[in-house]
């Protein structure tokens, strides 16, 4: 239920940001309530979500890259997207998280 709140918030989002700011005003005040009683019944159970969205990618990061094969040993990475969030409990990793890649363009 999680990752699918998480899914679900992500395209809320996109579609809120496609509306004019006075409409869009009460439904983005509407998706950070939703998302801050997922955080907290997350909490309750001492499970968080983690987004690492334009972090530099690391091959020990806990999740794995749909599209590592389409670049070299040697390319700085940054994750571009979250597909699936990494969720971490109280004795760490619940579950890999899913990205993809591009290129840290210098």
Known sequence: IAVE????SRLFSRVVNKL??????RYVNQLRYF???VAESLATSGLKLVNVEGQLFDPGMAASALNIGDFGPDDQLLV???VEP???GPEGLRKLGTVMLRKEHA
């Open 5 to 8: 709140s998480w899914r679900f």
């Open 20 to 25: 004019d700011a006075g409409e869009a005003g």
């Open 35 to 37: 998302q801050n009683k």
């Open 80 to 82: 571009d997207q979250m």
């Open 86 to 88: 990494i969720i971490m």
